[in-house]
């Protein structure tokens, strides 16, 4: 499917040109579903029913497939698919660029997702049964044309065509904002990426075009391509004024741009350098109209946060209901509404009378007739900032129409799509639990880790009971509900985004408990040893472990390669920086460390190092001769021969000595192996 020429954008003109090149490639159906298309290879394709084993090799298209629910046929995945969280049980088949063709055959697919890079599985399978599709999205436009035909593929043309119009909303809302913005105003705003040399997309790339879409000017260097290397000539002549990249782009930063020519730039000289989520940046998917409106907020958001540059009054749009059984409950729902001219969404809860409550973020409070947790979204969040709490506050109330003498509100990073309501009860006691949560982005190991405002991640929880809670078991239920949320990110692994390789996080930066007195039998105790403590501890824990689910996609049992990604360590990177001939060849030493982790013994024996490591580092033992034995058991084995003393070829110091030891483990037998073939 190609790209069509492009015209001037408007989001009602974008469909119709998107629907319109989608007909295109659909001849007249043989029946009621049966129909035919051309894919990105060239080949024709004809579809007689939706699939129903599917393994997808390219991570946009399982978002997409997830996004218009379509998920469930998905069987197979590459581990760069981390989310949603269902994502952690279907079978991953290695790395994008060479997944297992074993793993794929085992799972008898009736059609496989493919990119152009995946000639190996073309080869492979091009006499299966399996059906391959090839598709490819290199711009924004060609991303809602791929939704649209999976949406047809699968039968779900509604799903579909309303995800296109939510995107397409989106843009046209940040494309309004764009046009207020005089042209000495706008900004040179560059894609940071590369490793060993600073690089950014060529000229027509979709990251470039999403610069453009954001109100940014990017650059022109006459080089077409998904990456280009950029010179220090090039660099300083564009000198741009906000630079950006996903999480893996803050290593090239750090190593460049304290060098000559590539810090003498305006972005680096005030500290314009945003970082965002890799599946934001380096995919034209789902998420597009939400990055694009994202990276505008935050090149704009001293100009955004000013009324004149808002193109909508605030309202509230619609409202879903919640049930919650608890007599002084008068109402709960979960209210979406546009503040700051994008989607936000709260928690509202309203009570029969006047209650007393207790919050971290704002203290005891009486006469509270209203009680809730306010998502903005991150387009919202520089703006927020910069006026401040208070006054983002009141704007809230304001376009919620709640009064701020009797309401008590937290505020949150954490979609409210993805709260957990969690209910516990014993005989005539109940509790309930309103717990959203995100751990990606300042998780933090109190104790360990330095304290610094971080963007919101927030994990906020509201509690409510049907008996009436003294003063001393309110103060008391906080404690119980902190004790168990810190259980709850220790049991699911949570790193600390700071420390990850070293710590598991105990909470976020941004934590905030609202305890409601409520109403009936009066409870004095709410600790570990009373009844009501229980319940309270019982709820949070298990709210925060779907909250946390939802919003992140983390599960306790997430794959191997999900677990050395949480801690910042990528396989690439480790055998890059092995320092060893026979890793000369490193893309086939990361394939052979991708196939060897997708072995169930040694996927084992690295999960054992993580919970070993953090033992370690606790003190908990010092003698790691068991584990020195255990490791060279493992090498000898990937080698198939005795090796007379491992050498140390992880090149990274700040990885705990068990972890550093197994990783050393993988790698001297892939070495070993190498020489003695």
């Not at 022109?220 to 564009?238: D, Q």
Request: charged share 25%; proline share 4%.
């Amino acid at each position: 499917m190609k790209a069509l020429k492009p015209i001037p954008f408007t989001a009602k003109h974008c469909l119709i040109r998107i629907l319109f090149g989608l007909l295109l490639v659909i001849a007249l159906p043989a029946s009621a579903f049966s129909f035919q298309f051309v894919d990105d290879g060239g080949k024709a394709i004809e579809i007689v029913k939706p699939p129903e084993r599917v393994v997808s090799l390219v991570p946009s298209i399982t978002e997409i497939l997830h996004k218009i629910d379509a998920g469930t046929a998905v069987k197979a995945i590459t581990y760069h698919d981390v989310y949603p969280a269902e994502n952690a049980q279907k079978q991953i088949v290695g790395g994008y660029f060479s997944p297992s063709l074993d793993v794929i055959a085992a799972e008898k697919p009736d059609l496989i997702f493919i990119s152009d890079l995946h000639k190996g599985v073309k080869e492979a399978f091009k006499n299966s049964d399996a059906r391959l599709i090839e598709l490819e999205t290199r711009s924004m436009e060609d991303s809602m044309e791929k939704i649209l035909l999976l949406g047809k593929i699968f039968s779900k043309e509604k799903q579909a065509k309303a995800l296109v119009e939510a995107i397409n909303h989106q843009l046209q809302t940040v494309a309004r904002k764009v046009e207020r913005i005089p042209s000495g105003k706008r900004q040179r705003v560059i894609r940071l990426m590369g490793r060993s040399a600073v690089m950014t997309p060529g000229d027509g790339s979709f990251q470039n075009e999403m610069i453009r879409a954001a109100g940014g000017i990017p650059p022109e260097l006459g080089r077409k391509g998904a990456v280009t290397l950029i010179t220090k000539e090039e660099w300083i002549e564009f000198n741009p004024q906000v630079i950006y990249g996903c999480g893996g782009d803050r290593k090239t930063a750090e190593a460049f741009f304290s060098r000559p020519g590539w810090k003498d730039v305006d972005a680096v000289k005030n500290g314009r350098i945003f970082y965002f989520p890799c599946e934001l940046t380096c995919r034209a998917s789902t998420n597009t109209g939400h990055f694009v409106g994202w990276l505008s907020a935050r090149i704009y958001s001293d100009l955004f946060s000013k009324e004149e540059f808002q193109v909508s009054d605030g309202k509230i749009l619609r409202s879903r209901t919640l049930h919650l059984d608890l007599n002084y409950l008068k109402d709960a729902r979960i209210i979406y509404s546009t503040i700051n001219d994008f989607l936000n969404k709260t928690l509202v809860m309203d009570f029969t009378q006047p209650l007393e409550i207790l919050s971290t973020l704002e203290g005891k409070r009486t006469g509270i007739k209203t009680v809730g947790n306010h998502y903005s979204p991150p387009p919202c969040w520089s703006l927020e900032h910069r006026r401040g709490l208070a006054q983002s506050r009141a704007l809230v109330y304001r376009v919620l129409q709640v009064s701020t003498d009797t309401s008590s509100f937290l505020f949150t990073g954490a979609d409210m799509d993805h709260l957990a309501v969690v209910h516990k009860e014993f005989r005539d006691m109940k509790v309930y639990a309103l717990v959203t949560a995100g751990v990606k982005s300042n998780a933090l190991r109190m104790g360990k880790d330095e304290g610094k405002y971080y963007e919101p991640g927030t994990i906020n929880i509201i509690l409510l009971s049907n008996m009436k809670l003294t003063p001393r078991a309110m103060t008391r239920a906080m404690i119980s509900a902190t004790e168990a949320k810190t259980a709850a990110l220790m049991d699911l692994d949570v790193r600390s985004s700071v420390t990850p390789r070293r710590y598991q996080a105990t909470g976020t930066g941004t934590d905030n408990i609202l305890v409601v007195q409520g109403t009936g039998i009066p409870v004095k105790l709410a600790g570990g040893h009373s009844r009501m403590g229980e319940l309270i501890a019982r709820a949070v824990y298990q709210g925060v472990l779907e909250a946390v689910s939802g919003q992140n996609g983390l599960v306790a049992a997430r794959s191997v390669f999900q677990r050395l990604h949480d801690r910042h360590i990528s396989l690439y990177e480790l055998v890059s920086e092995a320092q060893c001939d026979c890793m000369a060849k490193k893309g086939a030493a990361t394939v052979a460390l991708e196939e060897i982790l997708m072995e169930p013994r040694y996927a084992g024996f690295m999960q054992s190092a993580f919970a070993l490591s953090d033992a370690y580092d606790r003190g908990l033992f010092t003698d790691l001769a068991a584990h020195e034995l255990w490791c060279k058991t493992i090498a000898e084995e990937i080698a198939g021969m005795k090796i007379p003393q491992l050498r140390d070829l992880v090149g990274e110091e700040d990885i705990p000595l068990p972890l550093k030891m197994s990783l050393n483990a993988l790698l001297n037998g892939i070495s070993f192996r190498a020489v003695s073939h």
